[in-house]
């Protein structure tokens, strides 16, 4: 058989793209999904695509999540490549979690304190049992009402802080670093770190919370506080001079308390980790928070033995655009490389047929 | 300080929080000799070798090292590359465990061979016939040079460590409890081979023990440290026949007669 | 592509990148952390080459780009039309033809010259990542020019296998004084970065790093004296044009063991037969 040279690689592409998108629309008997839908009823995985998209805009991540046929992670790269093409206009003051229109908020250190437990919409408490009925189309019932009860709801660490058992806010001192700019370096401060979580893998970043708790370089965690509502977004246009407020964003924040191991040069005070999403995400949350905490490790004077605890391999493997690009890439041609080692193999298995045959 | 030390510390001053690892200590080396520094755990003994090869600093206090041509540095002024190629040159530093300055996963021949590659060496040949020259003088089998070190004793490994430091010729040699952690017999062994090297290779030694047997075989001279501060220091066979400070005499006391 | 910049990228980030390219060109083979954006293709399929491309191509610029030596390979495909798309530039297949070249994994069998720039796509650009897997110490390890660990790599192969066994991305020493990663291209390739006419630059998006071998610099690949670095090729002619001293690939043909090799550089070989060259198995072009 005469060998013909492969070509056509453009055609092989289109024709590749165009059984994509039939084979994403799925059966055109049923109806397009449309992407209100998604955002109004699969709400968890807009939320995950924004927080890893790094970019919060529920109608893009919808279209991203409908787009990406509902891989959350090609939906979030969607998102990211999206928002490399933004222009920037202002940097917005730091969120006020204290003034958040709260709509859940739980602590785990304290039965009651000001503010109250709040449950909110959550499925901590349902029975993981399949709902049929959900099958066929569910109106669900007006849940109950009361009026909202104005008073305060400081942050539970600031009631510890009072009594100076806890560690105050890192002061930091100047502009945070912005890892969408400049390349990552070590060793990173708090700021990269928890940038990098911030928009990390769930999946990842789940993994090594779950390692820390289980004696992978443990920090004795307690939910200080979970919150989740609608923070302000605040800038100070320079035109105007003073701050003005351009919208409400749905956030997530996990405040661990941890216990410290004491040093020779400090008096014992309860340590914290932090974490922050966009949306609603109290797995990813939780999950920053006990990473951002194994990472101080070094900085609180702790051995540093745990995989949770080296900020190196946390940082470089939390990006799960990164990763899956990296991982991925296994799949282009590589026939080169492999022709390389077919013959240094090949060679180096005739020197040692040779030898061995040289040998009495 | 005379005109021809090698190595000389005045004045060493550290404190962890609230507890005193060195206090105003003053230490001197001549070429060729071997100083031991003794002392039970906490005394600071590790403490002042760390700092006196430049790994730790002191909070005040000065360590001078005199180069072959005979000028003087401040060791802890060093820029950082000076201080790292004098590690791999003309000083060495043995660990207490062996496995802390050897590549596991490298073969014994490639261990001893690594110093003279990083110097510049790119000859193969040359590099494993000297690894195995080395291997032989730390009475390792040269068969053994193709072996990784996972397959050594404890006391292999450690002679395998010690070809490695030795095999740039070090003139200075740190040494950590060279032989804690080993069996009575393979210590012995060891010992003799150490102290043979040393006084063939006129190498000056800073070592740092706490068993007086080891300084008295292979010390020229002893300093006791006890909780930071020398209390004692001198010929060893002296200090340890005639001791003079009571710690010093509860040490010597304390020590189990074979 | 309408609301797009020329190139996709925005003018601050080519700068930006052009800074980088600056740096790495000053000190050649020295990684240059740069400040990479995620792009449209995704990490590990050419964003480092396509954002160094994006920041020195201009409209007058003609562009190959190859993968596997080939113009024709899908990502190659891909990312030619990713700069026909978003630049409007002029591509080519030929070498000859083309003012830049963005590669994956080949040299180019043709000598670039010097009004050339080659763009190199690269994985890892840390060449001691396999035996170091820390960043902070790696980049103390270049810094203070402290290399042993690769020697002691090579001397162990040669321990093990008689000879270095590294077939791909073989480490080389740039203008005596930095370890490079030449990215995945064969050993074969690697001699003709030395003294190489034209501009070599090479990106890294996913690892954020940039580096550059200006036109006429020694790129000396690591050996020992008594083992000295050797390329290692199929020993074939080109099936197709009968090329007997160009980087081949292995073509299966049946399952009983059947083997055609042609031209990985399909320019090259295309370039030959049109020439009248014939190998054992093709027909004239």
Redo the contacts between chains.
């Keep these: 058989?005469?060998?013909v040279?492969?070509?056509?690689?453009?055609r092989?592409?289109d024709n590749a793209h165009a059984w994509l998108a039939e084979d994403r629309r799925g059966d055109p008997a049923v109806a397009e999904i449309g992407t209100d839908q998604i955002r109004e009823q699969l709400g968890r995985a807009v939320d995950r695509v924004m927080a890893e998209g790094s970019l919060y805009d529920p109608d893009l991540a919808s279209l991203a999540v409908k787009q990406a046929q509902g891989d959350l992670i090609e939906a979030a790269?969607l998102v990211?490549?999206y928002?490399?093409?933004l222009p920037r206009f202002a940097a917005s003051a730091p969120l006020d979690t204290v003034g958040m229109a709260v709509r859940r908020r739980i602590s785990a250190v304290f039965k009651d304190m000001p503010g109250g437990q709040l449950l909110g919409p959550t499925y901590d408490y349902t029975h993981r049992l399949l709902d049929f009925a959900l099958e066929v189309g569910f109106t669900p019932q007006a849940p109950a009402e009361m009026p909202a009860e104005g008073g305060e709801m400081p942050h539970v660490h600031s009631i510890l802080g009072h009594e100076g058992l806890i560690e105050a806010d890192a002061s930091g001192g100047g502009e945070p670093g912005d890892i969408?700019?400049?390349?990552?370096?070590?060793?990173a401060g708090r700021d990269i770190r928890l940038q990098a979580l911030a928009r990390g893998d769930e999946g990842f970043l789940l993994a090594m919370g779950y390692s820390t708790q289980r004696g992978w370089g443990g920090t004795h965690p307690f939910v200080g506080e979970i919150r989740v509502g609608e923070a302000s977004v605040c800038i100070t246009p320079p035109e105007l001079g003073f701050e003005i407020d351009i919208g409400d964003i749905t956030v997530t924040e996990c405040q661990m308390v941890n216990q410290f191991q004491g040093?020779?040069?400090q008096p014992p005070q309860f340590t914290r980790g932090y974490g922050l999403c966009f949306g609603h995400g109290e797995r990813k949350a939780m999950a920053m928070a006990l990473v951002d905490r194994a990472m101080r490790a070094e900085e609180l004077g702790e051995t540093v033995s745990a995989p949770a605890q080296n900020v190196?391999f946390v940082l470089?493997h939390c990006d799960n655009?990164?990763a899956?690009?990296?991982?991925?890439?296994l799949k282009?041609?590589?026939?080169?490389?492999f022709?390389?080692?077919?013959?240094?193999i090949r060679?180096?298995r005739a020197?040692a047929l040779r030898e061995m045959e040289g040998t009495p | 300080m005379t005109d021809d030390t090698l190595l000389s510390a005045r004045g060493l001053n550290l404190r962890f929080g609230a507890i005193p690892a060195l206090v105003d200590v003053d230490a001197d080396l001549w070429p060729g000799e071997v100083l031991a520094i003794v002392g039970e755990s906490g005394s600071g003994k590790t403490t002042l070798l760390n700092v006196l090869s430049g790994r730790m600093a002191p909070q005040s206090g000065v360590v001078w090292y005199r180069d072959p041509q005979g000028h003087l540095a401040d060791v802890h002024a060093m820029a950082a590359p000076a201080l790292r190629a004098l590690h791999r040159s003309d000083w060495g530093f043995v660990h207490q465990n062996p496995r802390d300055n050897l590549r596991m996963g490298v073969t014994a021949g490639g261990n001893v061979g690594e110093r003279l590659m990083a110097q510049g060496g790119r000859h193969y040949g040359r590099i494993r016939a000297e690894a195995i020259a080395w291997l032989e003088q730390v009475e390792i089998d040269a068969a053994r040079v193709d072996d990784l070190p996972r397959t050594f004793s404890g006391g292999m490994l450690q002679r395998l460590q010690i070809a490695r430091t030795l095999v740039t010729h070090p003139r200075l040699v740190f040494m950590d409890e060279p032989t804690g952690g080993l069996d009575v017999s393979v210590q012995a062994r060891l010992l003799d081979l150490i102290r043979g090297l040393v006084a063939r290779l006129g190498i000056a030694a800073v070592l740092v023990t706490h068993d007086l047997a080891v300084a008295r075989l292979l010390a020229h001279r002893v300093m006791v440290m006890q909780r930071g501060v020398v209390v004692e220091t001198g010929l060893t066979d002296q200090v340890l026949d005639d001791p003079q400070h009571p710690y010093t005499q509860l040490l010597v006391s304390s020590v189990l007669q074979a | 592509m309408s609301g797009y910049n020329f190139a996709y990228l925005d003018e601050q980030t080519k700068r930006m990148i052009r800074r980088a390219l600056l740096k790495a060109v000053a000190i050649p083979g020295h990684q240059i952390p740069f400040g990479s954006r995620e792009m449209p293709l995704p990490y590990g399929w050419g964003t480092g080459g396509i954002q160094v491309t994006a920041a020195v191509l201009g409209p007058d610029d003609t562009l190959k780009v190859i993968d596997q030596g080939a113009d024709d390979t899908t990502n190659a495909v891909s990312i030619r039309r990713f700069f026909a798309r978003t630049a409007g530039v002029a591509t080519t297949t030929h070498t000859a033809e083309a003012t830049i070249i963005q590669t994956r994994h080949r040299i180019p069998e043709l000598a670039l010259r010097e009004d050339q720039i080659l763009v190199y796509q690269v994985p890892q650009p840390e060449p001691l990542s396999k035996l170091e897997s820390s960043r902070a110490e790696t980049k103390r390890m270049h810094g203070l020019a402290e290399y042993g660990l690769m020697h002691v790599k090579l001397y162990e192969d040669i321990t093990r296998f008689g000879h270095v066994s590294i077939s791909y991305d073989y480490p080389v020493m740039v203008a005596g004084r930095y370890l490079m990663s030449p990215s995945p291209i064969p050993a074969f390739d690697n001699p003709k970065m030395d003294m190489m006419p034209a501009l070599q630059l090479f990106g890294a998006g996913r690892e954020q790093r940039i580096y550059a071998i200006p036109p006429y610099t020694r790129v000396v690949s690591l050996d020992f004296d008594d083992h000295p670095f050797r390329t290692t090729r199929a020993p074939h002619a080109c099936g197709l044009c009968g090329a007997s001293d160009s980087y081949l690939d292995e073509v299966v043909t049946d399952d009983r063991g059947g083997r055609l090799f042609v031209c990985s550089d399909t320019d090259h070989c295309e370039t030959r037969r049109a020439a009248g060259h014939v190998g054992a198995e093709g027909v004239a072009a």
């Design positions: 058989m005469a060998y040279a492969v070509k056509g690689g453009e092989a592409i790269f990211r490549a928002r490399t093409t969408t700019r400049t390349p990552l370096s070590f060793p040093s020779k040069t190196e470089y655009i990164e899956t690009g990296f991982v991925e890439h282009l041609p590589h026939y080169v490389d022709q390389s080692e077919l013959e240094t060679r180096m020197d």
